[in-house]
C-alpha cells in the first residue's frame, strides 16, 4: 500500500496534454491501475525505536535508550509482473502449478485501487443503523515478482543522544522549530542477513472501510460523519511462493565470556580458542501458497476517569454480558467487559485515563500454508556452510484460525498502552 501510494505520481507522467475538442470527449475516468517494474538499492545509515523514559526497575540509571538497526542495505530489489506466467492463453508449462488457475499472461492481475459504496449487509454493521451503506476502498493485489539480491544491517542499542533542532524560517525568524531526539547507536547485538529473495504475489483483495458507534459533525461542511475505527479485510490474498537463499544471523566475537560476564571479563573467563564470528539460520526456504483471508479492527480509545458518567460497564463477573449503553448495535466486541473493573481501574504506569490501541481480529480469520520447507545451517559467514547443516524442517498442509474468547465472547485482540 505505501508504495502504491508513493508511486501514484507515476501515473501523471504518462498522461499527455489534449486540446479542448477531445477534452469533450472525455466522460470520466474512475479507479486507478498501476503496472510496476522497479529496480533500486535503499540505504539507511539508522532506523530506531526509542524509549523515552527507560525502565524503573533501574531507577535513576533508566533514563531511556533506543533500539534499531545500523547500516540497513537492500541491494537490486526488483518489483515487477509476474515472470512465470507465459506470454499467451495457454497454461503455464514447465513448471509447477502454484494454483490451479494460475497459466498465460490472461491471469496477470495489476493493482488497482477503487472505490465502491455497497449495502451494510455485505460488510455487517459496522455503524449499527446509522448508516444504510458502507463505503471501501478497494485493493486489487496484483501479480507481482519481488526479489531481491540481498539485504543486511547491524541490530543495535544505545542511549538517547543531544536533541538537534530542526526548523524553517520566515523573515529569518525560526517557526515552529522542533528538536528530534536520536539515538546514539553504540552497542551491538547482532548481524542479519537475507539473500537470494524471490517472492510471487498471486492476487487477492483487501478492503479498508470505517466502522464504530461514534459521530461528530463536520466543522465546515456540517454533514454527520460516522465512525471512526478502521476495519481491513483480507480476501485471499496469496503468496505464490516465497523463496529465499539464506537468512542468517551473526555474532563478531564468538564466545567471548561464560555466563553473562561483562564485557570487561577477566582474561581467565574466555577461551580464545571459540571467538571467531559465527552465523546461525536457515537456508533454501521455500514457501508454497500462504494464503490470508480474513479481518483486523483498529481502534485508539481513552479510559474514561473514575467517576465519570457512563464511566464502566456494570459487569461483576467475566460471565456477566449486561452492556453499556444497554443494547449498543453494531458493537466492535474487542474487550472483555471485565476488563474495566479489573484492568483499567489499575492503568498501567501513573497515568490515571491511559490511551492505548486496540487491535482485533476477526472470529474465523485464517493463514494457511501448503508446504513450508528449509535447512538449518551455521557457517563461519553470512551465506552459511552446508556441510554444517543441522536439520531440514518441514511443515505441510498448515492452517492457523483466529476464533473469540470461548468464555467471554470477546474476539481476539492486543491491548497496547504506554509505561
Known amino acids: 500500500m505505501s508504495l ?5 505520481p507515476l501515473s501523471v507522467w504518462a498522461m ?3 486540446n479542448d475538442t477531445q477534452l469533450c470527449d472525455v466522460t470520466g475516468q474512475a479507479g486507478v491501475t498501476i503496472n510496476f517494474d522497479v529496480t533500486l538499492n535503499m540505504q539507511y ?4 525505536w526509542g524509549d523515552s523514559d527507560g525502565y524503573a526497575g533501574f531507577g535513576t540509571v533508566g533514563s531511556g535508550g533506543w533500539v534499531g538497526v545500523d547500516s540497513l542495505q537492500i541491494a537490486t530489489m526488483h518489483i515487477w509482473p509476474r515472470t512465470d506466467f507465459t506470454m499467451d492463453n495457454t497454461t503455464f508449462a514447465g513448471g509447477p502449478a502454484y494454483q490451479p488457475d494460475e497459466g498465460g499472461w490472461n491471469q496477470l492481475r495489476y493493482l488497482t485501487i477503487d472505490v465502491a459504496t455497497v449495502p451494510a449487509s455485505l460488510l455487517g ?15 486489487g493485489i496484483p501479480t507481482l515478482s519481488m526479489t531481491m539480491a540481498s539485504m543486511d544491517g547491524n541490530v543495535v542499542l544505545g542511549p538517547r543522544k543531544a536533541a538537534q533542532s530542526v526548523g524553517g524560517q520566515i ?16 552497542q551491538l547485538l547482532g548481524q542479519f542477513y537475507v539473500g537470494g529473495q524471490n517472492v510471487a504475489l498471486g492476487g487477492g483483495s483487501i478492503y479498508i472501510y470505517a466502522h464504530g458507534t461514534g459521530s461528530i459533525v463536520g466543522a465546515v461542511s456540517g454533514s454527520p460523519l460516522y465512525g471512526s475505527g478502521v476495519t481491513i479485510a483480507v480476501n485471499q490474498v496469496i503468496f505464490s511462493y516465497i523463496l529465499i537463499d539464506t537468512q542468517s544471523w551473526g555474532d563478531i566475537d564468538g564466545l567471548y565470556a561464560t555466563g553473562f560476564a561483562t564485557a570487561q571479563a577477566p582474561a581467565g573467563n574466555f577461551t580464545s580458542g571459540l571467538m571467531a564470528p559465527g552465523w546461525v539460520g536457515l537456508s ?14 483498529i481502534d485508539v480509545f481513552t479510559v474514561r476517569a473514575p467517576g465519570a458518567a457512563g464511566t464502566f460497564d456494570p459487569i461483576s463477573s467475566i460471565n456477566d454480558s449486561v452492556k453499556t449503553p444497554a443494547g449498543l448495535a453494531g458493537e466492535y466486541k474487542c474487550l472483555v467487559g471485565a476488563f474495566n473493573d479489573i484492568y483499567f481501574n489499575t492503568p498501567p504506569g501513573s ?7 486496540c487491535i482485533g481480529l476477526k472470529d474465523g480469520t485464517t493463514i494457511s500454508m501448503d508446504a513450508f520447507g528449509a535447512k538449518v545451517q551455521l557457517g563461519s559467514t553470512k551465506t552459511l556452510d552446508p556441510n554444517q547443516t543441522l536439520i531440514d524442517n518441514y511443515i505441510g498442509g498448515m492452517t492457523l484460525t483466529v476464533h473469540d474468547n470461548p468464555v467471554t465472547g470477546n474476539e481476539s485482540n492486543l491491548l497496547i498502552f504506554a509505561h
Open 45 to 48: 545509515s539508522q532506523l530506531g
Open 16 to 18: 499527455t496534454p489534449i
Open 351 to 357: 497515568i490515571a485515563t491511559p490511551t492505548g490501541v
Open 284 to 297: 533454501d526456504v521455500g514457501i508454497k501458497n500462504l494464503k490470508i483471508n480474513g479481518e483486523l479492527a
Open 125 to 139: 454493521s459496522a455503524f449499527g443503523t446509522n448508516v444504510p451503506a458502507i463505503t471501501a476502498v478497494v485493493i
Open 171 to 186: 523573515d529569518g525568524t525560526f517557526v515552529n522549530e522542533k528538536n528530534i531526539q536520536g539515538p546514539g547507536f553504540n
Open 4 to 8: 502504491a501510494i508513493l508511486l501514484l
